[in-house]
């Protein structure tokens, strides 16, 4: 059994983690950006190292992301209890309904839209970042842009801290493979009115560099 793998979304993140690793054999990878690149850049690592006789010990998805208002502020780290397909589901008059509601055979849902944290793995992270925000991180395939849509989330999943793009995937790929999974995340926004002016991506790289100092 090999390292730990650590994914992010794209090279900046990649180069902030790369950054603050103390532990030669952690192995990151850039894989891209969404839910379907990252699900399937994720199970054919995971094959790959399986295949090779060299699997790999746990799996971070990790990067920057976007802090619900009032649960995880600009520069706050964030560490995920479990990842949840936010938008995987059918509108309705009565409003969203997620895919395990709809009647669907369960062996066709990859685990349902929530897939909770390694235990183990989040206690690590949490013993050795002990300041960071636990709760919900939710994924997304288009990101939130106004106060109306923040405010569905919110009142959808209360336990949500932050929103991204590949987390759910990757713990689907995961959890499939049989590895340990966990999310980091930095926040770099609120979540609501899409406005870049007011993103702080060199505080969340910083915070991203910092948390990987820590990985187990």
Request: glycine letters at 12%; proline letters at 7%.
């Given at each position: 059994?090999?390292?730990?793998?650590?994914?992010?979304?794209?090279?900046?993140?990649?180069?902030?983690?790369?950054?603050?690793?103390?532990?030669?054999?952690?192995?990151?990878?850039?894989?891209?950006?969404?839910?379907?690149?990252?699900?399937?850049?994720?199970?054919?690592?995971?094959?790959?190292?399986?295949?090779?006789?060299?699997?790999?010990?746990?799996?971070?998805?990790?990067?920057?992301?976007?802090?619900?208002?009032?649960?995880?502020?600009?520069?706050?780290?964030?560490?995920?209890?479990?990842?949840?397909?936010?938008?995987?589901?059918?509108?309705s008059?009565?409003?969203?309904?997620?895919?395990?509601?709809?009647?669907?055979p369960?062996?066709?849902?990859?685990?349902?839209?929530?897939?909770?944290?390694?235990?183990?793995?989040?206690?690590?992270?949490?013993?050795?970042?002990?300041?960071?925000?636990?709760?919900?991180v939710?994924?997304?395939?288009?990101?939130?842009?106004?106060?109306?849509?923040?405010?569905?989330?919110?009142?959808?999943?209360?336990?949500?801290?932050?929103?991204?793009?590949?987390?759910?995937?990757?713990?689907?790929?995961?959890?499939?493979?049989?590895?340990?999974?966990?999310?980091?995340?930095?926040?770099?926004?609120?979540?609501?009115?899409?406005?870049?002016?007011?993103?702080?991506?060199?505080?969340?790289?910083?915070?991203?560099?910092?948390?990987?100092?820590?990985?187990?």
């Amino acid at each position: 059994m090999t390292g730990l793998l650590v994914l992010t979304a794209v090279p900046a993140e990649a180069e902030a983690v790369r950054a603050g690793l103390a532990d030669p054999t952690v192995t990151v990878r850039a894989i891209g950006v969404g839910p379907a690149v990252a699900g399937a850049a994720t199970a054919r690592l995971l094959a790959l190292a399986e295949a090779a006789g060299r699997p790999y010990r746990a799996v971070v998805s990790a990067g920057i992301a976007g802090g619900f208002a009032g649960r995880a502020p600009v520069g706050a780290t964030v560490l995920a209890s479990h990842s949840i397909a936010a938008d995987l589901g059918a509108e309705s008059p009565d409003g969203f309904i997620p895919v395990d509601e709809l009647g669907m055979p369960a062996e066709f849902l990859g685990g349902g839209p929530v897939i909770e944290a390694d235990p183990a793995l989040l206690g690590g992270l949490r013993a050795a970042l002990p300041a960071a925000v636990v709760g919900a991180v939710l994924t997304v395939s288009t990101v939130t842009g106004t106060a109306a849509s923040a405010t569905a989330l919110t009142d959808r999943h209360p336990d949500a801290v932050a929103e991204a793009m590949e987390g759910y995937a990757v713990a689907v790929a995961a959890t499939q493979a049989g590895v340990p999974f966990a999310e980091l995340r930095t926040i770099s926004n609120p979540i609501g009115p899409r406005d870049r002016d007011g993103w702080r991506m060199r505080e969340a790289f910083t915070a991203l560099t910092r948390a990987a100092r820590t990985l187990p």
